[in-house]
Nanobody, 124 residues
Framework: QVELVESGGGLVQAGGSLRLSCVAR????????MGWFRQAPGKEREFVAS????????RYADSVKDRFTISRDNAKNTVLLQMNSLKPEDTAVYSC?????????????????WGQGTQVTVSS
């Protein structure tokens, strides 16, 4: 049983920063590419960022490029999402996901395991 647990969400003013953390339990973490997705009320889930198994390659949605940074610590089974210069439109539930033997797809359907999500609210 693989479990992904996110933390670090909260309420922040526009222009502020948050760092999300996702810890994987019960998995051989190094075999998973990891991704962050978000879903705002009334909208579909959308890709935010992903990172390959060894952390050598990352991918970002255009809407967060140059503001968000994804990283991973394989020794701690953890993937992080540093979010800077936050905007009200970044408000959503953010979830991490694991893609077994993947390369960090931007498609939710390619991911095998999902966390419950953490709420990020950016006030204007």
């Amino acid at each position: 049983q693989v479990e992904l647990v996110e933390s670090g969400g909260g309420l922040v003013q526009a222009g502020g920063s948050l760092r999300l953390s996702c810890v994987a339990r019960g998995a051989t973490f190094i075999r998973y590419a990891m991704g962050w997705f978000r879903q705002a009320p009334g909208k579909e889930r959308e890709f935010v960022a992903s990172i390959e198994k060894n952390g050598d390659s990352t991918r970002y949605a255009d809407s967060v490029k140059d503001r968000f940074t994804i990283s991973r610590d394989n020794a701690k089974n953890t993937v992080l999402l540093q979010m800077n210069s936050l905007k009200p439109e970044d408000t959503a539930v953010y979830s991490c996901a694991g893609e077994f033997e993947g390369s960090g797809s931007s498609r939710p359907i390619d991911y095998d395991f999902w966390g419950q999500g953490t709420q990020v609210t950016v006030s204007s």
